[in-house]
């Protein structure tokens, strides 16, 4: 053989382990036109390195995959924290539902248990508030901090004075009052 027929055998030799080369690269994920030269330049020791190297196709479906089963799993989380929220909130309106009707504070009852603001303990001996003649039993609101709170109904509001959340200064409201008068004035709201 010539030196010209050996360099055409080189070149074809060279031709085979770059097509090689790029098409593993291909597969993996890597850059097909780089793998090629050097799959022309180095031969079967760039065949080897593009075999050894970890696929990138997979890698990154390994990934995406990880994303949404991430995602997937926070969406579940903040599902599931609203629902708890939601069954707080549920669970801390019927306890003060009862408390009302009762005329009790059973929050102070279990103190390792918050379901919401605690309140101070209700004084022993004093019963369901009534209100004085002329003003209504339910439907009572409060101007607190500029914003309208309620409907509450009168032994609501009372049991509220009696613990301290509701001030003498706050202004309140019933149907049949002219305008918003502060709690203090309202008879037999505050205790003597």
């Known amino acids: 053989m010539g030196n010209g027929e050996e360099i055409i055998v080189q070149l074809l030799i060279g031709l085979v382990f770059a097509a090689i080369t790029a098409g593993i690269a291909h597969s993996k994920g890597r850059n097909t036109v780089g793998w090629f030269f050097l799959g022309l330049v180095g031969g ?5 390195i593009v075999l050894c190297l970890p696929n990138l196709k997979e890698e990154q479906a390994k990934w995406s995959a990880n994303e949404i089963e991430q995602r997937r799993l926070r969406e579940q989380l903040r599902q599931e924290q609203l629902k708890n929220e939601a069954l707080r909130q549920h669970t801390a309106a019927r306890l003060d539902q009862h408390d009302e009707k009762l005329g009790m504070d059973t929050r102070t009852a279990a103190p390792g248990l918050s379901l919401g603001p605690t309140l101070k ?7 369901p508030a009534v209100p004085p003649p002329g003003y209504p039993k339910d439907n009572w609101y409060t101007n607190e901090d500029g914003e309208q709170q309620g409907p509450y109904t009168f032994t609501l509001l009372n049991s ?3 613990q301290g959340t509701l001030s003498s200064e706050t202004l309140v409201w019933a149907e049949g009052m002219s305008d918003w008068q502060p709690a203090g004035t309202i008879p037999n709201l505050f205790p003597v």
Request: contains cysteine.
């Open 44 to 48: 079967c020791i760039a065949l080897v």
């Open 121 to 127: 303990p209700t004084l022993l001996g004093s019963g």
């Open 160 to 162: 509220r004075a009696r």
